[in-house]
C-alpha cells in the first residue's frame, strides 16, 4: 500500500513537472480561393460540379460564393485541431440551404448541405479549382 502511494506520488511529480503543450489552432487562410465541388448525387451518378468562392477569412467570419449564392452568416471553428465551417445560401426561388464543411489535410474539403425546403442532405467535396 505504501508503494502505490508512494508511486502514485512519483508520477504526479513527473506529470505536474511536464511543460504545458500549448498548440495554435490552424489556420483557416488556406480556405481563401476558389474550389470544385462534387456535388454528385450518389455513387455511380453521373458527375455534377459546382463552384465556391471563399473571399474572406477574418477570426471566425467566412465570406464568399457558393452555387452561385452568397454565403451568408459564415462561421468558422480552429478549436478541435482541424478547420470547420457553416454558412447559409439561398435558391432562386428562396429556398434555405445550410452548409458546413470541413478542411481536410490542407488540400480536400468534405461538406454537407441539408436542405430544408426540398428536404434533402446532400455530400460533397471540394478540391481547389485549377488555374
Same mark, same amino acid.
Given at each position: 500500500?505504501?508503494?502505490?502511494?508512494?508511486?502514485?506520488?512519483?508520477?504526479?511529480?513527473?506529470?505536474?513537472?511536464?511543460?504545458?503543450?500549448?498548440?495554435?489552432?490552424?489556420?483557416?487562410?488556406?480556405?481563401?480561393?476558389?474550389?470544385?465541388?462534387?456535388?454528385?448525387?450518389?455513387?455511380?451518378? @453521373?458527375?455534377?460540379?459546382?463552384?465556391?468562392?471563399?473571399?474572406? +477569412? #477574418? /477570426?471566425?467570419? &467566412?465570406? =464568399?460564393?457558393?452555387?452561385?449564392?452568397?454565403?451568408?452568416?459564415?462561421?468558422?471553428?480552429?478549436?478541435?485541431?482541424?478547420?470547420?465551417?457553416?454558412?447559409?445560401?439561398?435558391?432562386? @426561388?428562396?429556398?434555405?440551404?445550410?452548409?458546413?464543411?470541413?478542411? +481536410? #489535410? /490542407?488540400?480536400? &474539403?468534405? =461538406?454537407?448541405?441539408?436542405?430544408?425546403?426540398?428536404?434533402?442532405?446532400?455530400?460533397?467535396?471540394?478540391?481547389?479549382?485549377?488555374?
Amino acid at each position: 500500500m505504501i508503494r502505490r502511494a508512494l508511486l502514485v506520488a512519483g508520477l504526479l511529480s513527473i506529470v505536474a513537472a511536464a511543460p504545458a503543450v500549448s498548440r495554435e489552432p490552424p489556420s483557416a487562410a488556406p480556405l481563401i480561393g476558389e474550389w470544385r465541388v462534387d456535388l454528385t448525387n450518389k455513387p455511380g451518378d @453521373g458527375a455534377y460540379y459546382a463552384e465556391m468562392t471563399i473571399k474572406s +477569412v #477574418d /477570426g471566425d467570419r &467566412i465570406t =464568399g460564393t457558393f452555387y452561385d449564392s452568397p454565403i451568408e452568416k459564415g462561421r468558422i471553428t480552429r478549436d478541435w485541431g482541424t478547420v470547420r465551417f457553416a454558412f447559409v445560401t439561398r435558391d432562386g @426561388g428562396g429556398g434555405i440551404y445550410n452548409h458546413s464543411g470541413e478542411f +481536410v #489535410d /490542407g488540400r480536400l &474539403i468534405r =461538406g454537407l448541405s441539408h436542405a430544408l425546403d426540398r428536404d434533402f442532405l446532400s455530400v460533397w467535396t471540394a478540391d481547389r479549382k485549377a488555374p
